[in-house]
C-alpha cells in the first residue's frame, strides 16, 4: 500500500520557518521524483519544488527561490521542504507527491504565516 505523509506545518510569524516532512513507504522512493505542492481554498494546486531521485536535478517555482530548499534522504525515504523567510501569502496547505510510474500524494499539512 503506497502512503504519502506529510508533517511540520503550523502557524508561523512573517519572517519566520518551518521545515516540512514527506516520508514514503510502498512504492520506490530512492527513484521517484518528489515534489512539493501547495494550495489554497478556492485556487488551483500549485507546484513549489521538485526533486529527483538521487538529488542532482533540483528546481523551484519562482516566488520561493531563494527562501525555499527542497530535500531528501533515501535511508529514511523522507523528503523535505525548508522554508525560510515565510511571508503572509505562503499560506496553504502543503502537499507532497511522489512520482514513479504513477502519482501519488499525501493528505497535506496546513502552513499558516500570521502574525
Known amino acids: 500500500q503506497v502512503q504519502l505523509v506529510e508533517s511540520g506545518g503550523g502557524l508561523v510569524q512573517p519572517g519566520g520557518s518551518l521545515r516540512l516532512s514527506c516520508t514514503g513507504s510502498?512504492?520506490?522512493?530512492?527513484?521517484?521524483?518528489m515534489s512539493w505542492y501547495r494550495q489554497v481554498p478556492g485556487l488551483e494546486r500549485e507546484w513549489v519544488a521538485g526533486?529527483?531521485?538521487?538529488?542532482?536535478?533540483?528546481t523551484y517555482m519562482e516566488s520561493v527561490k531563494g527562501r525555499f530548499t527542497i530535500s531528501r534522504d533515501n535511508a529514511k525515504n523522507t523528503a523535505y521542504l525548508q522554508m525560510n523567510s515565510l511571508k503572509s501569502e505562503d499560506t496553504a496547505l502543503y502537499l507532497c507527491?511522489?512520482?514513479?510510474?504513477?502519482?501519488?500524494w499525501g493528505q497535506g499539512t496546513q502552513v499558516t504565516v500570521s502574525s
Open positions: 526533486i529527483n531521485g538521487d538529488g542532482s536535478v533540483i
Open positions: 507527491k511522489g512520482y514513479y510510474g504513477a502519482p501519488y
Open positions: 510502498g512504492f520506490n522512493f530512492n527513484r521517484a521524483v
